[in-house]
Structure formats: structure tokens, C-alpha cells
């Protein structure tokens, strides 16, 4: 009966999520664009592991952002 959108840039909160959008932008001259994804299975372990480790993905993130998923 009730719905919350969060957003947030914290890879524990965005883990528990029902739903997992990934929110980008780009600027192209004088215009920007938005641009909203729908993050399922692995794209969303990917965007976890990038939320906790930075623009390097390592195996350690990858584990750690399944890891999170799966509680």
C-alpha cells in the first residue's frame, strides 16, 4: 500500500532495495540529458560494486556487493 523512492549514493542503502534505477547525465554543447536504467542482476551487482569501490572494480567488490544483495 505504500511506496518510497530513495535516492541515495550509499551502496548499503541502495543494496536493499525492492528496485534499483541508476540515474546518469550527460552534457552535449549547451544541453544536458537524464537518463534513467532499470538495474537488474548483474548490471546492479556492477553499479553496487562501483558505488563501493570507485571507478576500479575488483573482485573484492564484486564479492562484497553480492554479498550485500543477498541479505
Known amino acids: 500500500r505504500h511506496q518510497v523512492l530513495c535516492v541515495t ?10 528496485q534499483h534505477f541508476q540515474v546518469s547525465k550527460k552534457m552535449t554543447g549547451q544541453t544536458t540529458e537524464s537518463q534513467i536504467t532499470v538495474l537488474e542482476n548483474q548490471d546492479r551487482i556492477q553499479e553496487i560494486a562501483r ?5 576500479k ?3 573484492t567488490t564484486l564479492q562484497h556487493a553480492q554479498e550485500m544483495l543477498e541479505l
Open 9 to 18: 549514493h550509499l551502496p548499503q542503502v541502495a543494496a536493499r532495495g525492492q
Open 51 to 55: 558505488m563501493l569501490g570507485g571507478v
Open 57 to 59: 572494480i575488483t573482485a
